[in-house]
């Protein structure tokens, strides 16, 4: 894995927006048939991280054009206030 990247995005359940200002990591491993497994995490104040259920496949949208579904598992944060949403992407990037 190489060093993981800062992005800023927004977070949809289908066509519904549930938090407009995600700012987190995103990381990746090379798989041996040449494609890559996205991972990362962002942090969200407690108090919305309501939104987000660990059941649910969410879409990440990035300002940068990318979209990946992601599935999530909360954390408690070493933040006061803020719990760690932990990512995964299925299926890797589009644009």
Do not use: C, W
């Amino acid at each position: 894995m190489d060093r993981m990247e800062h992005f800023h995005g927004k977070l949809f359940e289908g066509d519904r927006m549930l938090l407009e200002d995600v700012d987190g990591y995103l990381g990746h491993h090379d798989r041996k048939n040449g494609l890559k497994s996205y991972f990362g995490y962002f942090e969200v104040p407690t108090d919305r991280i309501q939104v987000i259920d660990g059941r649910n496949i969410y879409k990440l949208v990035f300002d940068d054009g990318r979209i990946g579904s992601i599935y999530t598992d909360i954390h408690a944060s070493n933040r006061p206030g803020q719990s760690l949403a932990e990512f995964h992407v299925s299926g890797g990037l589009h644009r």
